[in-house]
């Protein structure tokens, strides 16, 4: 029996005393995962897991374990072909892939999507508006993104929705069956979607990733895959998410949401306080002591996952001044939702502009918003490592 147990049905609708309780009573603890069957280690306060990112003796890449630790934690592991990206790398491959990504994926890329995604957000609240009631995650949370990244990536229109119905099953997945067809389906559709890029290429962040180069290196093929499949993974449900739970985070608290109609200006600094009091990512990406560990005086043995919580550090007494309270205006906000150190998140600026439009547009067009729900009895999504409602029923008029 786990001493906290971190799978009880009670820890998506509220994780945060369980996690309180950790930081208190054992902020690094070896837990047991009926779901795989296997031992994980959580971390759970704030300066505790800064340095569990920063440690640079745990390892991202899989295919360092032993077959019996490689079969243990990822159970997709016959499907190589999505894999070979930065988030499963250490340096210097990891140094290597993100430089070489890095010149592609520019800032002035990023800033020259910004007109685009004003107008697809607006486009999307046109058609909010024509209804008294609706799931602001499918009508705009979810489609904003998936509409940026097609145009990002140069995926066509009408392959969007194809996309969408990926993503999620990739997030929470019905059956290992379920995962392993959208494995297939998706690596057949990038393979043929990267070779006609390469036949036709265009203004696109693909084309861009296919001509980088640095000092004579390239993307091979198969990295060319991952990269571009981890961006849509890693761009469409966190997105849509930290949309999703800023509005809903506004809506719980009507004086910080009259704030922001009042104060416009204060967007910025609240779609970081959304990023920190309900991040989309509650979890890190596991990693391994490829050799046995003394991390926080404990030895933790060679090839076993630990986890930083943070959703956990987010709401850790010691980094952030009355973290429970959810205040638009907080400052400094040193929060870890983009992650730290070398795997900061490549797209942290596209999130931001993406969600501030997006927060911004609906708080300025729907002085009516309400939430058409109890937002305390909405149901959250069952997943590792993201955080995000299932529905968000709102009514705009």
Excluded at 32 to 47: F, I, K, L, M, S
Excluded at 156 to 175: K, S
Aim: glycine content about 6%.
């Amino acid at each position: 029996m786990n001493r906290f147990d971190l799978w009880a049905e009670q820890m998506s609708v509220d994780p945060l005393p369980t996690l309180a309780r950790m930081r208190a009573e054992a902020p690094l603890v070896r837990l047991h995962n009926p779901n795989q069957d296997a031992p994980e280690w959580h971390v759970t306060r704030y300066a505790d897991v800064v340095a569990l990112l920063r440690d640079p003796r745990f390892s991202k890449d899989k295919r360092k374990l032993s077959d019996e630790a490689r079969g243990r934690y990822f159970r997709v592991t016959e499907f190589d072909g999505l894999d070979k990206h930065m988030l499963f790398a250490d340096p210097p491959e990891h140094t290597r892939l993100r430089s070489l990504v890095a010149k592609a994926f520019t800032p002035r890329r990023i800033a020259d999507l910004r007109p685009s995604v004003e107008k697809a957000t607006e486009r999307l609240l046109d058609e909010v508006a024509e209804h008294t009631e609706v799931d602001l995650l499918d009508a705009l949370a979810f489609r904003l993104p998936i509409t940026v990244l097609a145009e990002l990536i140069g995926i066509p229109v009408t392959d969007q929705d194809r996309f969408r119905e990926w993503t999620g099953i990739l997030v929470a997945p019905a059956d290992f069956d379920q995962l392993r067809r959208m494995v297939i389906e998706l690596e057949e559709y990038l393979g043929q979607f990267l070779a006609m890029r390469r036949r036709h290429p265009g203004d696109d962040l693909t084309s861009a990733l296919l001509a980088a180069e640095q000092d004579g290196d390239r993307l091979s093929p198969v990295e060319l895959m991952s990269m571009t499949f981890l961006l849509v993974a890693a761009g469409f449900e966190t997105t849509g998410n930290v949309i999703g739970n800023g509005v809903w985070a506004l809506l719980r608290h009507p004086e910080q949401l009259r704030r922001l109609r009042g104060e416009p200006e204060l967007i910025g600094s609240a779609i970081e306080e959304i990023l920190r009091w309900c991040p989309s990512v509650k979890n890190t990406t596991g990693v391994f002591p490829l050799t046995d560990v003394e991390f926080l005086d404990t030895v933790i043995p060679a090839e076993e996952m630990v986890i930083g919580s943070i959703l956990s550090a987010h709401h850790d007494p010691e980094a952030f001044d009355r973290p429970e309270l959810f205040d638009i205006a907080r400052t400094p906000n040193k929060h870890l939702a983009f992650g730290l150190g070398t795997h900061f998140c490549l797209g942290s600026s596209l999130a931001r502009v993406e969600a501030s439009v997006a927060v911004g547009a609906v708080v300025r067009r729907f002085p009516a918003l309400r939430c058409a729900a109890d937002p305390d009895a909405l149901a959250w999504k069952d997943g590792v490592f993201i955080r995000g409602l299932e529905r968000l029923p709102v009514e705009v008029r």
